[in-house]
RNA sequence: CGGGGAGUGGCGCAGCGGUAGCGCUCCUGCUUUGGGAGCAGGCGGUCGGGGGUUCGAAUCCCCCCUCCCCGACCA
């Protein structure tokens, strides 16, 4: 927060009948400030009793569900099954995989009294399950024909934070965690390829309209107990990279710490490769910070779960009988579609969808009807252009295609940041300089480990590793590779 | 855990020895409704907790708790 003196009107309305009232503090002004303000604003979410706990609340939690529905296809069209596993762990599974444990110790909750006594074994919360995972693992392979064994499961975790923020680090998180065993590396190597690519990376530009760049992590930065990580990363808003998903490739070490092993079509033992991968309410926050403008969220149309609202100007029934009658047409034209035809000033109401974030919205008042047209207005434009008429009977025909527009829009104006926040470097010392800004581009074998730790005394990482035309390398060791380096969340 | 702040109605704040106030929100009524409406009335706080000083404590002192910001870890 800034000095007591300069106070906040930021949450006071400005009257007045032109220019958007900010309602928020402007991004540039203090970014942080901005993005709880607009969780908060626009009911999205808020914290939870407990430090580091969220509550998310019904327009939040939508979002969500709209997210876990096309990644659950996503994940089915790839193969894998949803099952369920147990929140509670017992410690010793973590313990036996060596990097595992030493990476998650110091975030675990641990459970040491239950039912009135203190436990023998204490018992982990879960902050991931690749432990409980790999004992089952172990005794449902036993033949090649077992293999491979696609599992997923939608679950909380608990990983406990030292600074907490909502959506993007709370110490319980919702998520969706793949766990996969095959029969060779090669086989595992690729599957963790697919679910990366064709799960994360299309849901992401395709329906979050957000561009990611792909590619390995440093093993500095990899996953505890993983022999290799693919990750997605965008730029938010301020410039700041943030992780959205992960894919690992887990080599044998899971399978030799819990015995998953399978008898091959040779007739001999072979340990089995595994990966694990996941996506969690982070992309929420994510999905804020990309798209977000000082007016408020911008929700994508094809993730939104209210994609069009159409607002009586007017409380009139006149007015809302012809909302109600629009609202209906675009319901059954597919289009998924809400009427706002409440009390209250038609000021106030139009700010909280625009707080929402809602994509498209239709205004109806005496006037609109006296002509037979609509107001239209984009939320993916700035206010004073965004507004247009259109005739009534066009609407239900034209939407599809605006919000598509819409669509396309949102993810070229974050694209179009992305690049022009992002600079080709050097050497580590602009990297770092560069990383102020935004995304530093810099040849990987410029990037030693001691780089690395420089970097880190600047609160500057590795975010990812890919070839120079921003494709996914076959492997990190790949020649001509280049780092991209960020300040992150 | 180290370094800085702050805890007063739902939210944001003022008050800093004399018994709690403002703005927003909320509720009621009327007038309103084309970019966070106006007027009138009203609900709501044992001032983070505990101890102490004092005739008297939100205010001064001590202890504790919590939250926020900056650093070391993370989806």
Redesign the pocket.
């Not at 992780?243 to 992960?246: M, R």
């Not at 996941?278 to 982070?282: E, N, V």
């Given at each position: 927060?800034s000095s007591?003196a300069t106070?906040?009107s930021a949450?006071?309305?400005?009257?007045?009948?032109?220019?958007?009232?900010s309602?928020l503090t402007p991004q540039r002004e203090d970014f942080?400030r901005w993005y709880q303000e607009v969780l908060a604003?626009a009911e999205m979410a808020e914290?939870g009793p407990?430090?580091g706990t969220i509550v998310i609340r019904p327009y939040g939690y939508s979002i969500w569900e709209r997210m876990q529905e096309n990644v659950d296809r996503r994940i089915k069209q790839a193969g894998a099954s949803n099952a369920y596993f147990p929140l509670f762990i017992p410690q010793s599974y973590l313990q036996r995989e060596a990097e595992h444990v030493e990476?998650f110790s110091?975030?675990l909750a641990v459970v040491t009294h239950a039912g009135g006594d203190r436990l023998e074994e204490p018992i982990v919360v879960r902050p991931t399950s690749e432990t409980v995972v790999g004992e089952y693992m172990a005794k449902w392979v036993q033949s090649y024909r077992d293999l491979p064994l696609l599992l997923n499961q939608w679950a909380n975790v608990v990983?406990w934070?030292?600074?907490?923020?909502l959506?993007?680090?709370?110490?319980e998180?919702l998520?969706q965690e793949g766990h996969t065993a095959h029969g060779t590396k090669e086989e595992a190597a690729a599957y963790a390829r697919q679910i990366h690519l064709d799960v994360y990376r299309s849901f992401l530009t395709d329906i979050a309209a957000i561009p990611v760049l792909v590619g390995h992590k440093t093993p500095r930065?990899r996953?505890?107990g993983a022999i290799n990580t693919l990750?997605c990363e965008a730029m938010m808003a301020d410039g700041k990279a943030l992780?959205?998903?992960?894919s690992h490739e887990l080599g044998q070490n899971f399978a030799r710490a819990f015995g998953i092993d399978f008898l091959g079509q040779d007739g001999q033992r072979h340990l089995a490769w595994t990966t694990s991968w996941?996506?969690?309410?982070?992309m929420v926050g994510g999905l804020v910070m990309a798209h977000g403008d000082d007016?408020g969220l911008r929700i994508p149309p094809r993730l939104a779960p209210i994609q069009v609202v159409v607002v009586a100007?007017?409380?009139d029934q006149a007015v809302s009988d012809a909302v109600e009658k629009l609202v209906s047409a675009l319901s059954q034209s597919g289009v998924r579609a809400i009427s706002d035809i409440r009390?209250?000033?038609?000021?106030?109401r139009?700010?909280?969808w625009?707080?929402k974030g809602i994509p498209l919205r239709l205004?109806?008042?005496?006037?609109?009807?006296g002509e037979g047209r609509a107001?239209i207005?984009r939320r993916d434009l700035p206010?004073d252009v965004?507004?247009s008429q259109i005739s009534l009977q066009e609407i239900p025909q034209a939407v599809k295609g605006i919000l598509e527009e819409i669509q396309a829009a949102l993810y070229d104006q974050a694209l179009a940041r992305q690049l022009s926040l992002s600079t080709q470097v050097d050497s580590v010392g602009e990297a770092i300089q560069a990383a102020e800004k935004g995304f530093a581009y810099i040849p990987k074998n410029l990037v030693d480990e001691a780089a690395e730790e420089e970097m880190?005394?600047s609160?500057v990482t590795v975010r990812c590793v890919q070839r120079p035309d921003g494709s996914l390398a076959d492997s990190e060791d790949e020649e001509g590779l280049v780092c991209v380096v960020a300040r992150?969340?």
């Open positions: 927060m007591p106070e906040p949450t006071k309305p400005r009257s007045g009948t032109q220019g958007p009232a309602v942080p604003k914290n407990v430090r990476g110091p975030e990983r934070e030292l600074r907490p923020r959506f993007l680090r709370t110490s998180f998520w930065e996953f505890a990750t992780q959205i998903a992960t996941g996506s969690s309410t982070r007016r100007v007017r409380n009390e209250g000033s038609f000021g106030r139009v700010t909280e625009e707080l205004e109806i008042g005496p006037r609109d009807l107001t207005v206010a965004a507004k880190a005394a609160a992150s969340y």
